[in-house]
């Protein structure tokens, strides 16, 4: 007998029915690069095919080294 207090398996297929109707998926695009070498204040870089020679660049903290 299926509980009426929400806690059925009719109630929770339909409140994950009602989830996956309702699901936005969200794209949001990086650059990633690799960090070849580093001296005097400048960083010679891998992997970053839009930037420039001498192109001031932001580096976000990392968490793998």
């Known amino acids: 007998m299926e ?3 929400g806690t059925g398996k009719d109630y ?5 029915k009602k989830q996956i109707e309702n699901f936005e ?3 949001q695009t990086e ?8 001296g ?3 960083a010679k870089i891998s992997g970053l095919a839009d930037i ?3 192109e001031m660049v932001e580096f976000l903290p990392a968490e793998t080294f």
């Open 40 to 42: 005097d204040g400048v």
């Open 52 to 54: 420039m020679a001498s």
């Open 12 to 16: 929770i297929i339909d409140q994950l």
């Open 31 to 38: 650059k990633i690069g690799t960090v070849l070498e580093v």
């Open 25 to 27: 998926a969200k794209v």
């Open 3 to 5: 509980k009426s207090n």
